[in-house]
């Protein structure tokens, strides 16, 4: 089984002045993490890479230099499926129906999403949508939030989300 950790909208330091310790506790578990953007400060990946490999998107708060550093669109193959990752934008009505069409012809198995800091797994499209929520905003949703996708033997992908 492989397990990984998903976070977005991190908005460190306006929002918080750090991750979260449930969610660091939590990535111990985690063969690799995937941040879905808004991170806002290049030390959140750093911290995140201490515990596991991390793949991030950048998202529409981040400045020049994440903007450089990370892709607006990314997959990656993680135990034989393909994850699509990008952090949205716009309004949250229809964001799945945009974000898909982004990947539409990239034959991914699930996509991870952010942007609208509600924490969200469903399917759209026969594809899993997993967002994790906001790690560090409430503003939203009634609590902050983080998440797991688990790829099991079969290729089977599960989702969690965890509150704090």
Do not use: W
């Not at 550093?69 to 949250?92: A, F, N, Q, T």
């Amino acid at each position: 089984m492989i397990t990984i950790g998903v976070l977005s909208d991190t908005h460190i330091p306006e929002r918080s002045a750090s991750i979260p310790m449930e969610i660091l506790y939590g990535f111990e578990r985690a063969d690799c993490i995937i941040h879905a953007g808004d991170i806002t400060d290049g030390g959140v990946i750093e911290q995140l890479e201490r515990i596991a490999p991390v793949y991030a998107v950048c998202g529409n708060m981040d400045g020049g230099r994440l903007r450089k550093m990370l892709p607006e669109k990314r997959i990656v193959e993680i135990g034989g499926r393909r994850i699509g990752v990008i952090h949205g934008g716009g309004s949250p009505v229809n964001i799945k129906k945009r974000i898909y069409k982004v990947f539409e012809y990239d034959k991914v198995d699930c996509i991870v999403f952010g942007h609208t800091h509600c924490p969200e797994k469903s399917f759209f499209k026969q594809k899993l949508f997993f967002n994790p929520g906001s790690a560090t905003d409430r503003r939203f949703a009634p609590q902050c939030s983080f998440g797991f996708l688990f790829i099991d033997d079969d290729r089977d992908i599960e989702s969690e989300i965890i509150m704090i």
